[in-house]
């Protein structure tokens, strides 16, 4: 069966610290990857993707995450948190043939105390 | 607006009602999503519009949920005979002809609808 495992549900961390969220996934097939973000009281938004090329990618905000093939995986890292990275993170997978059909983690809660 | 849209933010009804959910995507984006997201899960893919045309109805759950685009932009989630079970927040999303290079869908701050 095709899931999305995020390993976290919940984190606290302090400003500058470092941040790194695990993503895993099962998905028959090649896929496209995706970390969305959705700050408090705002819509979901994309914060960086993996289509093909580089395994390590850079988005918006800092963040980066690094595709390996090999252990499934799509971890979302970023060296110095600050406060306004207070948000939902998700993690999605879907099919090359159809980018937008997104599938979801169950997302992690990430609090940045001051 | 210049965001996706999506009427009403929140729907009270009881169930065995019928509910419409709208969307209003930003202008000119070809490609429409409805996903849903229940309280502590990420959110569930329901449907895919391309153009006036549902390209992937595959998430829909069951015969009472259906969705319409007639004329290509503005689309209305239909759901007939309300459960329980279909309280959840109803995202809809929006792409142009360009997210198959950028990947990005724009999401809309969603429609939480509680069935009591």
Redesign the interface.
């Known amino acids: 069966a095709q899931s999305?495992s995020q390993h976290n549900h919940h984190v606290i961390l302090s400003e500058a610290a470092s941040l790194e969220l695990g993503c895993n996934y099962s998905y028959g097939g090649t896929v496209?990857l995706?970390w969305y973000v959705q700050y408090p009281g705002?819509?979901?938004?994309?914060l960086l993707?993996y289509?093909s090329g580089d395994p390590l990618v850079k988005g918006i905000k800092g963040f980066e995450a690094e595709f390996i093939k090999s252990k499934f995986s799509f971890n979302l890292r970023k060296p110095s948190v600050q406060w306004s990275d207070t948000a939902e993170y998700?993690c999605?997978v879907s099919p090359t043939d159809?980018?937008?059909?997104?599938?979801?983690?169950?997302?992690t809660q990430v609090v940045v105390t001051p | 607006g210049a965001g996706v849209s999506q009427t009403p933010s929140n729907k009270v009804t009881e169930k065995g009602k019928y509910v419409e959910l709208r969307c209003d995507p930003i202008s000119g984006h070809t490609a429409l999503y409805w996903y849903r997201q229940s309280l502590g899960q990420g959110p569930e893919f329901l449907i895919y519009f391309q153009g006036t045309g549902a390209a992937d109805d595959s998430g829909l759950p069951n015969d009472r949920f259906f969705a319409v685009r007639p004329e290509g932009s503005v689309s209305t989630l239909k759901i007939q005979r309300t459960e329980r079970g279909d309280s959840a927040v109803y995202l809809c999303a929006s792409s142009s002809l360009a997210g198959a290079n950028t990947g990005e869908l724009f999401f809309g701050e969603g429609s939480r609808l509680t069935v009591l």
């Open positions: 999305v496209n995706f705002q819509h979901l938004q994309l993707k289509f998700f999605a159809s980018w937008g059909k997104l599938q979801f983690g169950a997302g």
